[in-house]
């Protein structure tokens, strides 16, 4: 706001005759009290605080500024919390939708917040809940950044995972209830940056997001009205994935008996999921966007539920006694019922040189983690490519 020191004062009355020599020798005086003589105190009284309070509005919805709240996210992660990531958390800039659920979201609980660096950087942190839905893509783009084998599944029965920029955890049943068929959980997840990187993720970041994402978890689940919390799973976390640098050309993504013909050894070493989880990845030749190969198994029934459509509608149709799948010129995918539950197993390629190995890679792979899962001995049958539905 401009100052009025410069400007003359027309709320002010003719000085006295008398008084007109004075003024012309000395300066006139101008002082604030001025304006608040007479009926303009009261205007501007209430003008002031009018201003005062669309400002001081503004800046809270924004969660900015002197009125920022201590607590961001839901009021799950206070500044403290952000000191491991944010080079100043007091001045980290939050955004956030409520968490909705209810009457309010037909497709259960639903928010999302995003805390930035006050600097403008472009660094960001966002976190979001919601329910998994193959409708929505989760099958795609989400499996590709969330069950990435740079994650490390979070244990304890925990469905969830974490690396270093990204992490997701499920609500827990008891919350919200069992997802019916068809239906994919309920997830928080968040994500800081790009996804993909040959890098290994190294463990003290991979360690906060976890520690974060429970955090998350439990706010959210507290408004849901649910009672109980999470334990802060970093203590049981193994290491960050590492590339598996002892892979042997009859074992490929260290599953025995998996192999390409002739003991051909791959040109690059793969990183696989560390630890017992919802999903065992296997990615290939991490660079660029995306890796060029990926062979995933969907362990968890809930997760499963989210290839569904894939399952059904990919490619050309693979029989089965046991199950069912497709398979395309770049991915194979096959749904079975295993001990656990339906289980699915995928073959990615997202590179041409790839893609030639995929009809001999994928019902190999299909086959060996069956037997695994012990839902084996599965055979398939793959159609021509090309042939009918």
């Known amino acids: 706001m401009s100052s009025t020191e410069d400007q003359p004062n027309r709320y ?29 105190r009261p205007l501007l009284a209430a003008g002031l605080a009018g201003m005062l309070l669309g400002v001081g509005g503004m800046a809270w919805q924004a969660q900015a500024g002197p009125f920022a709240p201590d607590e961001v996210c839901w009021g799950a992660l206070s500044r403290d919390d952000l000191t491991a990531t944010f080079r100043e958390p007091e001045n980290v800039k939050a955004v956030e939708a409520p968490v909705l659920h209810g009457g309010r979201s ?5 928010g ?16 979001r809940v919601h329910r998994l839905d193959d409708r929505a893509g989760d099958d795609g783009t989400w499996a590709d950044e969330f069950l990435s084998a740079r994650l490390t599944p979070l244990g304890g029965g925990l469905l969830g995972m974490a690396s270093d920029n990204r992490a997701w955890l499920a609500v827990p049943d008891g919350c919200l209830g069992r997802p019916g068929d068809f239906d994919g959980p309920t997830v928080v997840d968040i994500a800081q940056g790009s996804w ?11 360690d906060w997001m976890a520690r974060t994402v429970v955090k998350l978890v439990n706010k ?18 193994p290491k960050a994935a590492r590339y598996t640098r002892t892979e042997k050309p009859d074992a490929l993504c260290g599953i ?11 040109d690059h070493y793969p990183m696989i999921t560390d630890g017992h989880g919802p999903v065992r990845t296997c990615d290939r030749n991490i660079t660029g966007s995306q890796p060029k190969q990926r062979l995933m198994t969907v362990e968890d029934p809930r997760l499963a539920e989210i290839f569904t459509r894939m399952t059904l ?24 019922r295993c001990q656990a539950g339906e289980t699915v197993f995928l073959v990615q390629a997202n590179d041409g040189g790839m893609s030639a190995d995929l009809r001999t890679l994928f019902p190999r792979y ?19 490519p090309g042939g009918s539905r």
């Open 12 to 40: 002010e009355q003719p000085l006295p005759a008398e008084r007109e020599l004075l003024s012309e020798r000395r300066r006139r005086r101008w002082h604030w009290r001025r304006l608040l003589r007479g009926r303009v």
């Open 106 to 110: 037909m497709d259960g609980p639903t």
């Open 112 to 127: 999302s917040c995003q805390l930035t660096n006050s600097d403008g950087d472009g660094w960001a942190l966002t976190a």
């Open 196 to 206: 993909i990187s040959d890098m290994e993720p190294p463990t003290k970041e991979r």
């Open 220 to 237: 959210v689940s507290a408004d849901l009205g649910c009672s109980g919390t999470i334990a802060d799973p970093v203590e049981h976390l």
């Open 256 to 266: 025995k008996g998996l192999t390409l013909g002739k003991k051909r050894k791959p």
């Open 313 to 336: 509608d990919e490619g050309d149709r693979v029989r089965s006694a046991v199950g069912y799948g497709g398979i395309g010129p770049n991915l194979g995918v096959f749904r079975a």
């Open 366 to 384: 299909v086959e060996a983690e069956a037997a695994r899962l012990g839902c084996g001995p599965l055979k398939l049958k793959l159609p021509q």
